[in-house]
C-alpha cells in the first residue's frame, strides 16, 4: 500500500506544479478575471480535456480503490505531466510573469491543497490518497478563481492602497 501511495504522489507532485504553472498563466492572460476565465475554459475545454477526466477518475478512485485503478491513474498523471511540459513551451501572448498578485495565488493555491490533503489523508486513510492526488492535480482548473475570491478582499486593499497614494502626490502638487 506504501508503495502505491508513493508512486502516486511521486507522479503527482511534478503533474500539480505543471498544471498550476499553466492555468494561472492563462489566468493572468485573462487579466485575473473570473468569469473570463471561466469562459475561457468552457471555450477550450478540449486543450484540458485530460484534467476533466482525471477528476472523474480521481473520484472514482476514491470511492473504489482497486489496484487496476490506480495503474490507470498512474499512467493517466504521466499522462498529464507530458502534455504540461509540451504546453509550458506553447507560444502564448506573453510569458508568465511572476508579480506579486501571482505569488499571493499560488501561495493560497499550495495552503488550500495542502489543507484539503491533509484533510482526507486524516478522514480517508492511506488507501484514497491516489485518489485525491488525481483529484488534487484535476482541480487546478478551478483552483485560480477560488484562490482569486478568498485573496479578493486583500486585492481589493492593495488596489485602494495606490489609488490613495495618487491622490495624495495629486494633491501635493500646486495648481492641479
Known amino acids: 500500500m506504501i508503495i502505491r501511495v508513493l508512486i502516486a504522489v511521486v507522479l503527482a507532485v511534478p503533474a500539480y506544479f505543471y498544471t498550476m504553472r499553466y492555468n494561472i498563466h492563462m489566468f493572468q492572460q485573462n487579466g485575473y478575471k473570473n468569469k473570463e476565465h471561466l469562459h475561457w475554459l468552457k471555450k477550450k475545454f478540449r486543450l484540458q480535456w485530460i484534467l476533466y477526466f482525471g477528476l472523474a477518475l480521481g473520484i472514482v478512485t476514491c470511492v473504489f480503490p482497486y489496484l487496476a485503478l490506480e495503474i490507470f491513474e498512474y499512467l493517466v498523471l504521466f499522462v498529464i505531466i507530458v502534455v504540461y511540459r509540451a504546453?509550458?513551451?506553447?507560444?502564448?501572448?506573453?510569458?508568465?510573469?511572476?508579480?506579486a498578485r501571482v505569488k499571493r495565488l499560488l501561495a493560497t493555491e499550495l495552503i488550500l491543497t495542502a489543507a484539503v490533503f491533509a484533510l482526507v489523508c486524516g478522514f480517508g486513510g492511506m488507501k484514497r490518497i491516489p485518489g485525491l492526488c488525481l483529484i488534487l492535480v484535476s482541480v487546478n482548473l478551478f483552483l485560480d478563481i477560488?484562490?482569486?475570491?478568498?485573496?479578493h478582499p486583500m486585492e481589493a486593499g492593495i488596489n485602494q492602497h495606490y489609488i490613495n497614494d495618487a491622490v495624495r502626490k495629486l494633491k501635493s502638487v500646486p495648481g492641479l
Open 146 to 151: 477560488v484562490a482569486n475570491v478568498i485573496n
Open 87 to 99: 504546453m509550458k513551451r506553447m507560444n502564448t501572448k506573453k510569458k508568465l510573469v511572476y508579480t
